[in-house]
Structures are given as structure tokens and as C-alpha cells.
């Protein structure tokens, strides 16, 4: 086939566009279209090359493979081993076990289904997280395994087979997001992101020799596929029903891109500037991300200053150089045999690599009195219900609510131990497990977290009904209306012998300390700012006005937060949201005599 400057142009705009989102996607919604582009024109490339050989006699799918292998296989194990090797350094060491998780993942090309069963593509956490965007390209080396077995055994209904796939896997994917809410898991998908490289395959077969009117004609239509596929990338957004059939705009404008000759448009994707960035897009595409979600590890920041984006640019495109001119380029000319005999013993290298990344780590290793709550883990998102405080007293209170009660358990546990009273507790992430919820108010990504309470409802309200105290902590009863409507219909329904406490939480930061400080000890000169959640503590002070059986307690008038997130220099905080064990202890000391006090008056009354 005759190489095709344009074509490296139209990578260069999808790496941009895809490096635009990824700095912020604020900028261009819809910059996450750049990967969808790079599956068309793979789509269009490979078939094209596929149908070619096929038609000299010269196709074998050995062949094939090993010039894929060749093609994506080097630059991507050097990614891994520069984000191995700085995932040692940069992340905390409780995270490096789910990294190393996701690196042998990743080696194997299936870090897609990885993502497909975690949180939102978009959400805060994912854009921590160096090896995201390596769903891509699992799909893409995934397909490559289908692709020439339908060309070579289907090639003479073609066609035919080639519009009905991309009807039906487009079919599934829409009735997936709007029937199944399961629009994340789509978005990894490899049925759902098959139609994308279909569309440019179907391109290389009915176009086979291009679209070629008059040059006015032709760049007019570039012209307008080009606007479709802009306007695509500034209004389709992460809250569209995408993939699906909405994904096909932006696929077939792109492959009519492709197939238009002699064209305007083409003419300027054909530009020097734009062919060495095409060049170099793969790489480019490999390190941009994991350079950009290491500094949004590290400063627990996702917006960029201007400053930052310099930097990002000229250490991604340095990098990216490096890889292409040493790695990329050198092993694609290599010969089989000699390839292969690099390439094993790197991999080996990386796998030993891999297996000693804890113990490399381990120097980061931060206490677990400081990384986590300490205690209550037993009894948090598993329906199992633990007893803690002074253990040989059988007291009839308990402890519900979310993660917020979780940090508090070390607070209750200590003052039960020293003044002689028990509790028995069951918590649940973002949500209290009691009845009431509403799922229409939940948002999509976090569905799965309410059907997971769900399950712990009933041992929930069995511990409220065979307990005479009942304490509840939670930072978000005002997060929706049915949450503090199920606040109240609980209190509503208490018996006049029981008593419930809500907790009035501690307050949040800005930033996770730990990471600011890649450790325990305040290093790191940042103005945290603290958040009181005062609309959740008016919403529980409203709610004890109208019964009498209904208390509040403010943890957030202990001293320790004066200089929240740090007690004397030590963090207090195992991330933003929450106390750690630590900090929950220091709680427990400062607050006492006044929880215990306040405690034997609720008892009384």
C-alpha cells in the first residue's frame, strides 16, 4: 500500500485530542473521540493491508501477528517498565499491589476488563491511576486476534457481513447503556468498541480506491466530514449514551476522511509539523497519561496550571522521542528470530520486576495506624457485624452509617475500652445501609455501591430494633432527598426506650495529606482548607428538634482539628475524606469525658 502522509496527520489530531481531554476535560468534552479515531483508522489500515495480501496470495496469519506484535508490543513494555519503576517512588505503598495487579494485566492485554469493573472512566480516582488508558489498546490488540479470521473466511460476502456486525454490536452496546445502566462497562468493551474499527474496515472495502470527485467537491465533503467530527468531539460528553449507535457519528465521519482523495483538508493533515507528530502518536499516546495521572497522584490535584502543562508537554514529547527513535523503530526492523530473542528475556525482566515491586516499595510504607481507619475493616461492606469497645460488657448500642462511621470506630473503641461500655457495629461505603433509598436518585456510577448496601440493609434494621442506642455517622445525609427522608422515617419508628445519636462529623480537606507529603510527617508547605460539612450537621440538628429521643454529637469541636489535617506535624488523615486510626485515637483522648458525659445523659433521659 502507498503510505499516506495524511493519514499520520489525522493520528496526530486524534493524540491532541486525546491529550487535550486528558489535561482537562472541561476543554473538550469530547476529546476522549481521539482513541475511537485511532480505531477507525486502524480499522481502515489493517483491513486494507489484510485484503491486500489476501488478494496477492501472500496473507499468513503468522505473519500477521508477529508485525502487530512487532508494531505495539516494545514501546508498550517500555511504558510499563517506566510506570513500574516510578509507581515505586511516586505512589503510596498501599497502593502498589493494585498497580502491580494491573501491570501483568496490562502485559497480557486485558486491562480493559480490569477498568470495565471499576469506577467511572471519568471519575477522580481513575485519573490517579498510570495505566488507564492501556484499555485501548488491550481492545485494540484483542480485535487484531478476530479481524483477520473475518476477512480471510468471510471475504466474499464482505460487505454484507461487515454493515450487519457493526448493526447488531451496536445494537447490543445501546441496549446495554439505556436497558442495563451499564454504560462503563461498555465503554471497555470489546463488543461494544468493534464497530469503530469495522467502520473503517467497511471503508477500505466499498472505497476501495478512494472517493475521488473534483478537488472542490472533495474538500467540501472533507470539509464537512471534518466539522461532524469536531462538533462530535465538543458536544458528545461523558454523561452520552456512548458507545452505542452515538459512536458511529464520529466513526463514519472519520472514515469518509479517510477515503476522500485530493481534498483540501488532507492537503494540510499532510503537513511536516503535523507527520512528525504523527509519527510519533503512539508513543506520544503511551506516556502522556501516565506522566499526567503520577502528578495528579502526587499533588492530589486534577486541574493543571499552565506551568504543570509545559512541563507535561515537553517531558511527554522528550519521552515519547526516546521511545520512538530507540524502541519503536529499532525492534519494528529487527528480524523475527532476533526480535523474539530481545523481547522474552524483557519481558522475563519485567515480571521479576514486578514481583519484587513491594519490597522495593517498602520505604514508602506508611503504618497502618496512619493509612487506614486501623480497626472496624471486618464489619465495613460485609455483612458481618463486630463487636468492639470493653469486650466483656454486653451493652445494647451500635454503630451504622457510612465510611465516616468506619473512621470513628477507633473513637468509640478506645472511650468504650477505658470507661467500660461495648457497641456492635455494621457500616457501608458513601451510603448508610438503611431502608428508604431511592436508586432513581442515585448517579449511574454508583449504583453498583447502592445494590451492595442493599444487601445489608436487613441485618441493619435487625440491629436497630434489638438495640436500645442506636449511633449513626455519616458526611452526607443532605447528598439526597429520600437518604434524609429514611433519617427521619428511622427516627419516626424508634421505640420510646430507645435513644438515637448522630454523629456530627469531623471535617474533610482539600487534599489527601499523605500524598502531599509521600509520607506521615508534614513536609509539605500547602494551605489546607477545611470543610465543616455544616449542611449535613443542620440537616441532623433539624431532625433531633423534632424528637425527643434524638441526639446530636459534634466530633468537630475537638481540638485536634485546629490544624486539621496534622496533630503536632503527624498526619491525622488517611486521605481527604476520612481520620485515620491515629487521628481517630487523638479524637478519642481529647473528647472523652465530654462524649462520655454527654453519653450517660442520653441514657438517662
Not at 530507540?326 to 526492523?333: D, T
Request: net charge positive; aromatic share 16%; proline share 4%.
Amino acid at each position: 500500500m502507498q503510505f499516506r502522509n495524511d493519514i499520520q496527520g489525522l493520528r496526530a489530531i486524534a493524540f491532541f485530542l486525546v491529550f487535550v481531554f486528558h489535561l482537562n476535560k472541561d476543554w473538550l468534552p469530547g476529546g476522549f473521540l481521539g482513541v475511537d479515531l485511532f480505531f477507525v483508522i486502524s480499522g481502515y489500515l489493517v483491513s486494507s493491508i489484510i485484503l491486500h495480501n489476501i488478494e496477492q496470495n501472500k496473507f499468513q496469519f503468522v505473519d500477521f501477528f508477529i508485525k502487530r506484535i512487532k508494531r505495539i508490543v516494545p514501546a508498550y513494555l517500555f511504558m510499563l517498565f517506566v510506570v513500574a519503576f516510578a509507581s515505586t517512588y511516586f505512589y503510596l505503598y498501599l497502593d502498589i499491589g493494585t498497580i502491580r495487579g494491573t501491570l501483568l494485566r496490562c502485559l497480557f492485554f486485558i486491562s480493559n476488563h480490569v477498568f470495565a469493573g471499576g469506577a467511572d472512566y471519568f471519575g477522580a480516582t481513575m485519573s490517579e491511576n498510570p495505566l488507564l488508558h492501556t484499555w485501548s489498546l488491550a481492545i485494540e490488540m484483542q480485535f487484531y486476534i478476530l479481524l483477520p479470521v473475518l476477512l480471510y473466511f468471510f471475504r466474499k460476502k464482505l460487505t454484507f457481513v461487515l454493515i450487519a456486525l457493526i448493526v447488531i454490536l451496536s445494537t447490543y452496546s445501546t441496549v446495554q447503556i439505556y436497558g442495563f445502566n451499564h454504560q462503563n462497562e461498555m465503554y471497555f468493551s470489546l463488543l461494544a468498541r468493534i464497530p469503530e474499527f469495522l467502520v473503517g474496515g467497511l471503508m477500505s472495502v466499498v472505497f476501495k480506491n478512494g472517493i475521488d470527485y473534483s478537488r472542490r467537491k472533495n474538500t467540501f465533503l472533507a470539509f464537512c466530514c471534518s466539522i461532524v467530527f469536531l462538533g462530535c468531539a465538543f458536544f458528545i460528553t461523558e454523561k452520552s449514551p456512548f458507545p452505542g449507535f452515538l459512536a458511529l457519528v464520529p466513526a463514519f465521519a472519520a472514515g469518509f476522511l479517510l477515503t476522500l482523495k485530493n481534498n483540501f483538508i488532507s492537503d494540510l493533515l499532510a503537513k511536516k509539523g503535523l507527520v512528525h507528530f504523527g509519527e510519533l502518536s503512539y508513543s506520544l499516546y503511551l506516556f502522556h497519561w501516565p506522566i499526567m495521572a503520577i502528578i495528579r497522584y502526587r499533588f492530589d490535584e486534577y486541574a493543571f496550571d499552565l506551568k504543570t502543562i509545559l512541563f507535561i508537554s515537553i517531558l511527554t514529547y522528550a519521552v515519547s522521542w526516546v521511545s520512538y527513535t530507540f524502541v519503536e523503530r529499532i525492534f519494528r526492523k529487527q528480524k523475527d528470530q532476533n526480535f523474539f530473542k530481545t523481547l522474552v528475556p524483557i519481558a522475563l525482566a519485567f515480571f521479576v520486576f514486578c514481583a519484587f515491586m513491594p519490597k522495593i516499595a517498602e520505604r514508602n510504607k506508611i503504618p497502618a495506624d496512619f493509612s487506614s481507619p486501623g480497626i472496624g475493616a471486618k464489619s465495613h461492606n460485609h455483612n458481618v457485624v463486630e463487636k468492639l469497645g470493653d469486650l466483656s460488657k454486653n451493652d445494647a448500642i451500635i454503630l451504622i452509617g457510612d465510611s465516616h462511621a468506619l473512621s470513628l470506630k477507633p473513637f468509640l473503641d478506645d472511650i468504650g475500652r477505658r470507661n467500660h461500655f461495648s457497641f456492635h457495629t455494621l457500616t457501608r461505603n458513601i451510603y448508610p445501609a438503611i431502608s428508604g433509598i431511592k436508586k432513581s436518585e442515585i448517579p449511574a456510577e454508583k449504583l453498583g455501591q447502592i445494590e451492595s448496601t442493599d444487601r445489608l440493609v436487613a441485618t441493619t434494621e435487625k440491629l436497630i430494633k434489638t438495640n436500645e442506642i442506636i449511633i449513626i455517622g455519616s458526611i452526607g445525609f443532605e447528598r439526597l432527598p429520600s437518604l434524609s427522608m429514611a433519617l427521619d422515617s428511622l427516627a419516626s419508628q424508634l421505640q420510646p426506650t430507645q435513644k438515637l445519636i448522630l454523629i456530627s462529623t469531623f471535617p474533610t480537606v482539600n487534599k489527601n495529606p499523605i500524598k502531599l507529603n509521600n509520607g506521615i510527617v508534614k513536609l509539605n508547605s500547602h494551605q489546607f482548607i477545611k470543610i465543616e460539612n455544616s449542611k449535613n450537621k443542620l440537616l441532623l440538628q433539624e431532625v433531633a428538634k423534632k424528637y425527643p429521643n434524638v441526639f446530636v454529637y459534634d466530633v468537630a469541636k475537638s481540638t485536634i482539628f485546629k490544624n486539621a489535617p496534622y496533630v503536632n506535624d503527624t498526619v491525622a488523615y488517611f486521605d481527604n475524606l476520612h481520620i485515620n486510626h491515629f487521628g481517630a485515637v487523638k479524637l478519642a483522648k481529647d473528647l472523652d469525658h465530654d462524649f462520655v458525659q454527654f453519653l450517660n445523659g442520653v441514657r438517662a433521659k
